[in-house]
């Protein structure tokens, strides 16, 4: 409601310190105005309720409250007033609902071809790499070669830390575990030392016996989880003398051809890297 004074002659504002001319407005004025009070009172009363709306010439609301008599919920069945109403289409999506996921870390080195595996469950998936030092993205082709790996495609080998790859999957079912510290590849070598700062937990194909040396890159208080599967033959693990063991873990792992050997390591900056468990299953 917009009140519009009738039309006066200007006059002059004799107020004190006051020199600006004003459209005057007359008792007559001031009773129309009051007037409408009871008009106005009503329409902001039903705003107030809920039961009325309110459209400001320049849309410019920033901020609304709108009282009702229930809460309102979204709720994928709609079998309710106060609930948000959806159609059949939308009800299936939201009880299908995905959820997608974020993988990151260090490119594996040694290999033109180094497999990642993201755990995500699809191949619906964004793959990013680019250059530790610089941020460039080098041209390099990914490809899926099952729901949970991707394996690169380099010019050149990549060495250790000189790449990060970002995977994004477009869905990942709610059904499936969300895997905090997923496994990433550790190139094979005879004298093997993990790159710690590539994550947590670490796989390594065996084709020959490891020399495990301390890992590089460690950070303070970090756990690292090591698979080593024995590939064609036996394989036997050796623990550098500068890794710390309890007297109940021996100085070698034989791992038996086709089982795996689990190595777990902890590292203080002011101590160095000790291994905590060592066994085959």
Do not use: C
Not at 2 to 13: E, G, I
Not at 101 to 123: D, E, K, M, N, R
Not at 135 to 146: E, F, I, K, N, Q
Not at 243 to 272: C, H, N, W
């Amino acid at each position: 409601m917009v009140f519009t004074p009738r039309n006066q002659p200007w006059v002059l504002d004799t107020q004190p310190g006051g020199t600006a001319q004003a459209n005057a407005i007359d008792s007559e004025d001031l009773n129309r105005l009051e007037s409408n009070d009871a008009d106005l009172n009503s329409r902001v009363g039903l705003l107030e309720s809920g039961a009325g709306t309110a459209t400001p010439l320049d849309g410019s609301v920033t901020n609304a409250k709108v009282a009702v008599s229930a809460a309102i919920s979204l709720d994928k069945t709609a079998d309710s007033a106060t609930r948000l109403a959806m159609t059949t289409a939308e009800r299936s999506k939201l009880s299908t609902l995905a959820l997608g996921g974020i993988v990151s870390g260090y490119v594996p080195s040694g290999s033109t071809t180094p497999s990642i595996v993201h755990a995500l469950g699809t191949v619906d998936l964004v793959v990013g790499v680019h250059e530790e030092t610089s941020g460039l993205y080098p041209l390099v082709a990914a490809a899926s070669t099952d729901v949970n790996t991707v394996q690169l495609t380099f010019v050149t080998a990549p060495t250790a830390n000189q790449y990060r790859y970002t995977i994004v999957a477009k869905s990942a079912l709610l059904a499936a575990p969300q895997v905090r510290d997923v496994p990433v590849v550790a190139p094979y070598a005879a004298s093997a030392t993990l790159n710690a700062a590539a994550g947590n937990n670490q796989l390594m194909t065996a084709t020959g016996n490891v020399l495990l040396n301390e890992p590089a890159n460690g950070a303070d208080g970090q756990w690292l989880h090591l698979r080593v599967i024995a590939s064609g033959a036996q394989r036997v693990i050796t623990f550098n003398a500068a890794l710390k063991r309890p007297s109940s873990i021996a100085s070698t792992l034989t791992v038996p051809a086709s089982q795996r050997g689990t190595v777990g390591l902890y590292f203080e900056s002011a101590y160095g890297w000790t291994v905590t468990t060592a066994f085959t299953a």
